[in-house]
Every structure is written in C-alpha cells, then in structure tokens.
C-alpha cells in the first residue's frame, strides 16, 4: 500500500498533522513547498484542494483531506492505540471532540481572518481595527482554554492530538512570550508534549 502523503509548509499547521502521524506510526510521505507562491506547486495543491491550504492530505485511495481536525481524528482512528484521542467509551472522548472543534471553529479562523484583511473588503484603517479585534478574540479564546486545562496535559494526565496544538499555536501570532506571561497552563502542556521524541524532531525540524 502507499504512504499518506502530507502537503504543508514549515512552520504551519501541516506539522501539527506530521506530529500526529509520527506518534501514530503511520508511514506518509511528507511534501513542503511554499504554499501561497505561484508554480508547480500551487498549482497542483489548488487542483488537491481548492482552498489552497496547507495541511493537505492525500490518502493512499487517493481520497484528498483538507481540514486539520479530520487529518488527526483519520490518525486516531488507524492506530487507536497510540494515544491521540481518548477511547470512544471514554468519559473524556466527549471532552476531546469538542475542544477539537474550538481549536478548528474558533481559533483558526482568527487567523484566517486576521491574515489578510483584505479578502473581506477591508483596507487602510478598517484591516488594522479587523486585524486587532481577530486576534484579541483568540487572546480571549485562549484564556477560556487555560482555565479548562488540568495538567499536565490538556486533558489530564495523557498526551493527546490537543496538545500537538498547543505546540505549533503557542509559536504564533503573538508568540511565547505573551502566553508564558499570561496562559501557563497552556504553554506547560505544549512543553510537556514537546518532551515527546517524535514531537520533538517535528519542532526542530519546523520551528528550531
């Protein structure tokens, strides 16, 4: 059978994809390439994934996966027993599901948004106001996670796909700094998934 093949680009969110599939054990093929310049590599990632986003994931069927959350949930489910997503009979199932979807619901489109202005019609002052409300939002947003996380991991006492989060989030838009200073909890559960080997080769090799 051949590999899963993960389109990203480093320093995205693609490696949140590649942590999970290294935990997981499944072999994939991994595919950077900077993802908004124009080329061959563009070109065939619109034709993949119209939204032009990275992480894309191309199963070995030649089924195309375009949002993050089904990526990891896909993982899980091929190795339940590598520690993903809790078991579905789980009582914290439940739990993971739903802060699954605020981290795709919530805060991604943040960003989504905040990036570029511009595709909502907004320029000059309107994008600066935008882009400052976007991401007090997600500040706000992070700080109702913090509260929820009860350590050392964000679920408790286990590694989850929630904390592979964690890892990539807490180096963005506004960086560690502002979440040492003001979400320890969040920041203690990206640094103790970070003292996974395989996270940590994903961290050097996106982030260092």
């Given at each position: ?14 490696a ?6 290294d ?23 619109l ?24 990526m ?13 997503a809790?078991?579905?009979a ?17 805060v ?8 570029d ?20 939002r ?11 996380i ?36 969040v920041?203690a ?20």
């Amino acid at each position: 059978m051949a590999d899963h093949e993960l389109i990203g680009s480093k320093g995205c969110g693609s490696a949140i994809v590649e942590m999970a599939f290294d935990i997981a054990g499944i072999p994939c093929r991994v595919t950077d390439l900077p993802y908004l310049e124009p080329g061959a590599g563009r070109d065939r990632l619109l034709a993949l994934n119209p939204l032009g986003q990275v992480p894309t994931l191309v199963l070995p069927d030649g089924t195309v996966l375009t949002e993050s959350a089904a990526m990891i949930l896909h993982a899980a489910e091929s190795a339940p027993d590598c520690g993903l997503a809790p078991p579905p009979a789980s009582a914290a199932r439940s739990r993971f599901l739903n802060e699954l979807i605020v981290l795709v619901a919530a805060v991604y489109p943040t960003f989504t948004f905040a990036d570029d202005p511009g595709k909502f019609g907004l320029d000059g002052d309107a994008a600066v106001d935008f882009k400052a409300q976007a991401d007090g939002r997600r500040l706000d947003i992070f700080r109702q996670i913090d509260a929820r996380i009860t350590g050392p991991y964000w679920l408790g006492e286990s590694l989850s796909a929630l904390d592979l989060y964690l890892v990539a989030l807490t180096r963005w838009r506004p960086g560690r700094p502002w979440f040492e200073a003001n979400v320890p909890r969040v920041v203690a559960a990206a640094r103790a998934a970070e003292r996974h080997p395989k996270v940590a080769a994903v961290v050097a090799r996106h982030f260092d």
